[in-house]
């Protein structure tokens, strides 16, 4: 899979001393690399573009015998991924810090049981959309990687790009679904400032039929 645009926006953050030590030390043992060889991931979760972290480590307590793999490309995010696994004693979480887009070529076909993206950034201008992660090719090598009956949910608190994100996934061959109630799960720091801000957040869930 070839995109021309990078689909999220660089935010650089230093970290203080103590967190570069942690994320020095968890690392190793706990995030994979966004290239390489296939990996071993049947029955996993995808967690696409994470932020904070809270949602991703909720996910992975709410069942310590499912794999969630988290991915994002800012290390602030990442390291409270790798935080919450030692804080937690979590054996079920692996850290990507990187592109999505890139880690999906590691993933088998019909190998994953989930796929989440919350809040992925919305390039409201017109001349940005091409840069939204939600876009047919994008879904359609989503969809490849589900396992039957794999689910792909998606939110966001952008009234167009909840309307484009309808109209892909629900053209999208092998793919049922559509707009939810909004389901269990942690407030994440960009869903807080959607609610603060007055915003509607628009959460959707699909299934690989």
């Given at each position: 899979?070839?995109?021309?645009?990078?689909t999220?926006?660089?935010?650089?953050?230093?970290?203080?001393?103590?967190?570069?030590?942690?994320?020095e030390r968890?690392?190793?043992?706990?995030?994979l690399?966004e290239?390489?060889d296939?990996?071993?991931?049947a029955g996993?979760?995808?967690?696409?573009?994470?932020?904070?972290?809270?949602?991703?480590v909720?996910?992975?307590?709410?069942?310590?015998?499912?794999?969630v793999?988290g991915?994002?490309?800012?290390?602030?995010?990442v390291?409270n991924?790798?935080?919450?696994?030692?804080?937690?004693?979590?054996?079920?979480?692996?850290?990507?810090h990187?592109?999505?887009l890139?880690?999906l070529?590691?993933?088998?076909?019909?190998?994953?049981?989930?796929?989440?993206?919350?809040?992925?950034?919305?390039?409201?201008?017109?001349?940005?959309?091409?840069?939204?992660?939600v876009?047919?090719?994008?879904?359609d090598?989503?969809?490849?990687?589900?396992?039957?009956?794999?689910?792909l949910?998606?939110?966001?608190d952008?009234?167009g790009?909840?309307?484009?994100?309808?109209?892909v996934?629900?053209?999208?061959?092998?793919l049922v679904?559509?707009r939810?109630?909004?389901p269990?799960?942690?407030?994440t720091?960009f869903?807080?400032?959607a609610l603060?801000?007055?915003?509607?957040?628009t959460d959707?869930?699909?299934?690989?039929?």
């Amino acid at each position: 899979m070839e995109l021309a645009s990078r689909t999220f926006k660089p935010r650089r953050r230093a970290l203080s001393p103590a967190r570069q030590a942690l994320f020095e030390r968890l690392a190793p043992q706990w995030c994979l690399d966004e290239t390489g060889d296939s990996l071993e991931v049947a029955g996993a979760v995808l967690d696409i573009g994470f932020g904070d972290g809270a949602a991703t480590v909720e996910l992975a307590l709410a069942d310590r015998s499912r794999t969630v793999i988290g991915v994002d490309v800012h290390t602030p995010g990442v390291v409270n991924v790798l935080a919450g696994i030692e804080r937690h004693g979590l054996t079920n979480v692996r850290v990507v810090h990187g592109d999505a887009l890139v880690l999906l070529r590691r993933v088998p076909v019909e190998s994953l049981a989930g796929v989440r993206v919350l809040f992925p950034d919305p390039w409201p201008k017109q001349r940005q959309r091409h840069r939204r992660i939600v876009q047919p090719a994008v879904v359609d090598e989503i969809v490849r990687r589900l396992e039957p009956g794999g689910w792909l949910e998606l939110a966001t608190d952008d009234v167009g790009y909840a309307e484009q994100m309808a109209q892909v996934c629900g053209s999208r061959t092998g793919l049922v679904g559509g707009r939810v109630p909004r389901p269990e799960r942690t407030v994440t720091r960009f869903e807080r400032q959607a609610l603060d801000a007055g915003r509607t957040v628009t959460d959707l869930r699909y299934r690989r039929a």
